[in-house]
């Protein structure tokens, strides 16, 4: 896995996606305690996880 540098926009945008995913019933990949029921808090949790299923395309 190559590691990329993002800026504090990419990471808001990627985690604000995911969590409107999650929202909308998409499932989620990380097992989450029952407590765990924002979906922004389940978002971020995937992303300090490495586990998030988005994709980043940047122009060169």
Do not use: Y
């Not at 409107?20 to 992303?47: K, R, T, Y």
């Amino acid at each position: 896995m190559i590691f990329m540098m993002l800026t504090k926009f990419e990471k808001a945008r990627i985690i604000g996606a995911r969590a409107l995913q999650i929202a909308m019933g998409a499932p989620v990949i990380i097992d989450v305690p029952p407590d765990m029921i924002d979906p922004i808090e389940i978002a971020i949790s995937e992303f300090n996880n490495d586990v998030l299923p988005i994709t980043i395309k940047r122009k060169d």
